[in-house]
């Protein structure tokens, strides 16, 4: 405490870290079942909100290319400044602690670890990630007392930016897909549809979302067979329900929908039904937005229907959309 006083009272006190000496949190049960999101985090809410913010910032530039440490220091205050303005300084400090204390139970220091593996990076991607976080937040902590606009105020409560965290979201959405389709016998198709899903954060991990969906979908019949071949296309119709996990800029998605498609000037019914599991990638936020790109792979089933038979599919496909806070 007196560290932490004594910087308050003097930003250029040295900053001798110490190992943080708070218990560790592990992520939820459903987290680890549906996603790699088994990482340690910090257990104070703030902290933990500001880790994840600081995680995301960092990982977004790495995908792009980290080279030099200050140039994407310099480039990522600006998205990171929005995070660390609304934390207490004292807890951006701890935070710091916590970031020293994890850097050495991966091995660190990154460079010396880097030497003991045979020059592998990858060996020491989660080293190297934790050095440049602590490094960016430590940048952005410098410039608080100059940069900070004055409507960004620390809270008790800060759930974070780059998360969803207890805010209700927006999740707009466009999809293609390709299928493997069984109904009197083998046909290929693909289709698309465009859908909105109004969504929770449950916490920094979950979000839970439903809507509705709609599009168009086309088989070619007779694949392989002496038949003429037909292309079939109806428009169709689904409401889905998403449970989304994030993992640092990762994203991984389960999906049950409920299906429809007109046909002779009606909607068949009953509904048929979709799973659908999914994996991509996010980015920081542009304001309020989001952007998100997701890969998936889905089985739906379709009852019978007047003359239509029972069918079965397979598919294959991409969703490119947005993560929208109002």
Known sequence: MKRVQAHLENPTWPRRRRASDGPLALATLLTLILGPGCATLPTDHAQRSLYSDTRQVV????????????????????????????????????????????????????????RREGEDLDAIDELLTLERMRGALEYADALTNDDCPFWLEPDEDFDGIQTDTFRFVLLAESFGAMSLILRDGVQLGGGGALRILPGYGLNDRLTLAGGIEIGGSGALSGVGTAEKQEIVARPTGALPVLLRVHDDTWVYDLELAALTQYYNDSLSFPPGGRIALGGGIKTVRIGSIMPIAVGFVAYEIEPAYRDLPVSHAFRIGTRVGIDYDP
Request: charge should be negative; include cysteine.
């Open 59 to 114: 990982d977004t530039r790495q995908r792009i290319g980290w080279v030099i440490d200050r140039t994407e220091y310099e480039g990522a205050a600006p998205s990171l400044l929005q995070s660390v303005c609304q934390v207490h300084q004292e807890k951006r400090i701890e935070l710091l602690d916590w970031l020293d204390s994890r850097i050495e139970e991966e091995g660190g220091p990154a460079e010396a670890a880097y």
